[in-house]
T-cell receptor, first 115, second 116 residues
């Protein structure tokens, strides 16, 4: 069955370190997204991609970067981790056409703690 | 920019009863999708129901239905015959079409607890 996976599921790091969160999907979706979820907030969009070599900034992109070298993967990099980036990170993918019609399929999330 | 508001941070309902979760949104667009997603305590978020703005008929999926009021920019979710497995956080989401395909704006969520 197709799926979307994230690794690691839990990560503790120190302020100033570079961290990369992996996202891999086997849906063959063109669209991929990274969100963060903080207590008391919904999901806020960090970066997104509509295809290979395409990346775009979302509403909370400062301090994050992504690259898309193939259809399946969209790794999220925190250039220099800050305590404000402690959060749960969700990756999602979607396709415009039949049968999902833009439904987003979410990964299980990565809980990141920056000390 | 679009905004999505869920005015009920927490709700509870007795098993087998009906509950309605509220969602309002602000947009000047005419062509868009609206979604309700469910996030159980296990955290994997899944789609509950989807509504295309051009459709006047309210979407229904088994025990889940929506009341879509386009003029009022309201999109509420009704859960009938509530079950313990419905306990979750529910997010309302807006997606503009066609240029922002797949990019959604989410509300802050409503935590629903179904009590036995």
């Amino acid at each position: 069955d197709a799926e979307i996976t994230q690794s690691p599921r839990h990560k503790i790091t120190e302020t100033g370190r570079q961290v990369t969160l992996a996202c891999h999907q086997t849906w063959n979706h063109n669209n991929m997204f990274w969100y963060r979820q903080d207590l008391g907030h919904g999901l806020r969009l960090i970066h997104y991609s509509y295809g290979v070599q395409d990346t775009n900034k979302g509403e909370v992109s400062d301090g994050y970067s992504v690259s898309r070298s193939n259809t399946e993967d969209l790794p999220l990099t925190l250039e220099s981790a800050a305590s404000s980036q402690t959060s749960v990170y969700f990756c999602a993918s979607s396709s415009r056409g039949f049968p999902s019609y833009n439904e987003q399929f979410f990964g299980p999330g990565t809980r990141l703690t920056v000390l | 920019a679009q905004t999505v508001t869920q005015s009920q941070p927490e709700m509870s309902v007795q098993e087998a009863e009906t509950v309605t979760l509220s969602c309002t949104y602000d947009t000047s667009e005419n062509n868009y999708y609206l979604f309700w997603y469910k996030q159980p305590p296990s955290r994997q978020m899944i789609l509950v129901i989807r509504q295309e703005a051009y459709k006047q008929q309210n979407a229904t999926e088994n025990r889940f239905s929506v009341n879509f009021q386009k003029a009022a920019k309201s999109f509420s979710l009704k859960i009938s015959d509530s079950q313990l497995g419905d306990t979750a956080m529910y997010f309302c989401a807006f997606m503009k079409l066609p240029t922002n395909a797949g990019k959604s704006t989410f509300g802050d969520g409503t935590t629903l607890t179904v009590k036995p």
